[in-house]
């Protein structure tokens, strides 16, 4: 449908005339290349810190590179912007899942540099989640600035998010499937042509700037036998493991973290300080560690199975100690190493113990651990498949992909039953899907469906007098209020006193006090709506009041619920300006 578009703000003027959907592919395309351009700039930021720093790793003091760029990171994120520290995607979703993709502008900004400082100095993060948020929030901030409506706003929240993506990887499919898997939640096809605009756009600027560079690229081909396939299943449950423990030692790390009382540039010190004494022992944790996935994928790493399962334990520890403590970055390039590590460790053992089969490759099962070890604490599969596709451009390996990363997602789930990033918003009940009863919820207030049309009768009234009330009035509820302190006492149903109606002796014998619901149901102003539909569903309540300082104001009743989730429906699903 064609629109007139205008944006009605002090010295703006009607523009022109455009489809909505047209609109949205351009400023995909804008959104696109603004977030690739900041994905390229952390990146570049990353390669000219991490070389200057490199002459530095052999003195005895370089534990303190990672201990000063992770307190820089805090000072800066909690005292100059103020915002929290750790790997921030959930964020993202919290604000597509509560306020509709309003992200504050320096959060455009704000991520990028400090995880520059934490993972450029030697802290163990990835640059991904730094490189999402702010693809996120320049998405939002130009939405804002056109006044777009909340689902248009959400789109290009995504667009951003994906060109983001698709630029730091040089990987488009990926860009996509990881907005739309994680981020959105939904597959929705007003949303997905914008994006995947948006994330092809983040690509081409990539390889513009960059050369078309496949990140981890192998210099051979590896072929799939059927004893590789079945070994699958078990390097499947290896990832799964390995994913459970790298969250729960995350969660455990930052458990840890508040509870010592000191500030947290201090603690996220002595977090970088501990993650540079390991670095000491185990130099593969430094750092988002891609070089050490090149030499696994290539067959180079050198070491045994104890070597490789001692660097696996130790970048989870590195990991923790440095988004735990206080670090800024994301657990993408984490994830990507230690499961190349739980792959390469598995290979060895199958060598180990069955030295007579020909096994692929180890690179391939470092490849495919990869696959297995980011599905498993996304549990995102389609993100860990084309992932590794796109950034290895191994696309023989497609079925054994498929397999580890189905049973590593699906093994995952059984110990942990929301991704990383999502257990923290699923248990404080701040996950709210587009289109779900909650999200349309969360946008009702309890005020906006209140009915204040009841009639207030007193304990003393006579059951006679009562009936007068009921002839004047529409409804069949009545508050009960104390005369002299309109303190709430209890309702009246029809419903429960039909029987006193009948019998006409009761008239003058029986009052109000004796016979109505002392402690009816009620809720308050701040009750959240979803929780109070399902106490009405358990209590098998129509009507509920809504007691405000121990006084009655007013009436919540499906109905009236009912026809105003459909008006914000409307709203939230709304696709035109």
């Known amino acids: 449908m064609k629109k007139f578009i205008s944006w009605r703000h002090p010295g703006t003027i009607s523009i022109f005339r455009m489809d909505d959907r047209l609109l949205l592919i351009a400023m995909g395309v804008v959104v696109g290349l603004s977030s690739g351009l900041a994905a390229l700039l952390l990146h570049h930021s990353l390669e000219f810190m991490l070389e200057f720093f490199y002459p530095f790793r052999n003195y005895w003091w370089s534990f303190l590179l990672p201990a ?21 995607v959930p964020e993202v979703i919290y604000s597509v899942s509560r306020f509709g993709g309003q992200m504050r502008f320096r959060s455009s900004f704000s991520r990028l540099v400090a995880s520059c ?18 693809g996120a929030a320049i998405g939002s901030n130009i939405a804002q600035f056109f006044f777009l409506n909340e689902r248009q706003r959400i ?24 907005t739309m898997e994680i981020i959105l939640g939904e597959w929705s096809m007003v949303s997905i042509i914008p994006i ?33 396939l079945f070994a699958c299943i078990g390097l499947a449950l290896f990832a799964a493991l390995a994913s ?32 540079g004494i390991l670095g000491f022992f185990v130099p593969e944790v430094m750092g988002e ?57 598995y290979h060895r053992l199958l060598v180990l113990f069955f030295p007579s089969v020909m096994w ?7 490849l495919l651990g990869m696959a297995g070890m980011l599905s498993g604490i996304l549990q995102a599969p389609l993100t860990g498949i084309f992932l590794i596709l796109e950034v290895t451009g191994s696309y023989e390996v497609m079925l054994p992909l498929i397999i580890v990363s189905a049973l590593s997602t699906t093994m995952t789930h059984y110990f942990e039953p929301a991704s990383f990033y999502l257990k923290e918003l699923s248990e404080k009940g701040q996950l709210l899907r587009p289109g779900t009863d909650s999200r349309v919820l969360a946008d009702i207030s309890i005020r906006e469906v209140i009915e204040k049309d009841c009639i207030s009768v007193h304990p003393g009234m006579l059951l006679r007098e009562f009936l007068y009330t009921v002839k004047r009035s529409t409804r069949n509820y009545f508050p009960v209020e104390d005369p002299e302190t309109g303190r709430f006492l209890g309702m009246m149903r029809l419903d429960q006193i039909k029987p006193y109606f009948f019998n006409s002796v009761m008239y003058d014998t029986v009052i109000v006090e004796q016979i109505m619901e002392a402690n009816p149901e009620t809720v308050q ?40 989730y459909r008006d914000e429906l409307k709203v939230q699903t709304s696709h035109s300006f």
């Open 68 to 88: 000063a760029g992770a307190m820089l990171s805090a000072v800066f994120l909690q005292k100059i912007v103020r915002e929290a520290g750790g790997h921030g």
């Open 117 to 134: 400082l934490t993972i450029g100095s030697g802290g163990s993060a990835g640059p991904e989640a730094p490189v999402v948020i702010s």
């Open 155 to 178: 789109t290009l929240l995504g667009c951003g998010a994906a060109g983001a993506v698709s630029s730091i990887f040089n990987a488009p499919l990926t860009g996509l499937i990881f």
């Open 196 to 228: 995947a605009v948006a994330s092809v756009a983040g690509a081409e600027l990539s390889r513009t700037l960059r050369g078309n560079i496949i990140a981890f690229e192998s210099s051979g081909s590896f072929t799939i036998g059927h004893s590789d």
């Open 244 to 275: 459970v423990l790298f969250t729960r030692t995350l969660r455990n790390m930052n458990k840890v973290s508040r509870k010592v009382p000191l500030p947290l540039w201090v603690r996220a010190a002595m977090g970088g300080a501990a993650v």
């Open 289 to 345: 560690g891609y070089h050490s996935i090149h030499s696994m994928i290539e067959g180079l790493f050198q070491g045994g199975i104890g070597i490789v399962a001692v660097a696996c334990l130790a970048k989870i520890v590195a990991t923790g100690l440095t988004l735990g403590w206080g670090g800024s970055g994301g657990i993408f390039a984490p994830s990507l190493v230690i499961g190349s590590f739980a792959g390469l460790a």
């Open 360 to 366: 692929v490759n180890e690179g391939c099962f470092a």
């Open 525 to 564: 102003y701040d009750d959240d709506l979803t929780e109070v539909l399902n106490r009405m569903d358990q209590k098998g309540e129509f009507s509920i009041p809504v007691v405000s300082d121990g006084k009655f104001v007013g009436m919540i009743s499906k109905a009236t619920l009912l026809d105003k």
